[in-house]
């Protein structure tokens, strides 16, 4: 899977979210400590497994949306009028320990925005 880092030097890595890189999330995160490349996800799992930091939609504020639809729906409203909704909350997630095994300072500011900080 990590054949093509082995020929270049990457200061770091994005890893985006779809169905393939989410299964292999934790192995990214665990590869990518151990070549000292600071990570980003999407979601907070694999930051809280290795990866620096993930900034994504909150899993909470999205099944609080769909409980609310789901509730709307057995009231009797017919889900063809229910709007569209965007995400409105969003998680940032710094893995502290994982700053110090890259030897990253991680400026306080930015650790005070953090919605969670691993230690």
Known sequence: ???????????AL???SDSFLNTHAGQIAAYALRQGIPTCFAYREPAAAGG????GVSVAGAAAQAGNYTGR????E???DLPV???????FV???KTAKALGLAIPDKL?????????
Request: net charge negative.
């Open 1 to 11: 899977m990590f054949e093509g880092f082995k020929t270049q030097k990457i200061d």
């Open 14 to 16: 994005l890893v985006l």
């Open 52 to 55: 620096l930091m993930s900034y």
């Open 73 to 76: 729906i057995l009231k009797g």
């Open 78 to 80: 017919n889900p063809g």
């Open 85 to 91: 909704q965007q995400p409105t909350k969003f998680d």
């Open 94 to 96: 710094l893995n502290m």
């Open 111 to 119: 650790i005070a925005l953090a919605d969670e900080v691993i230690e």
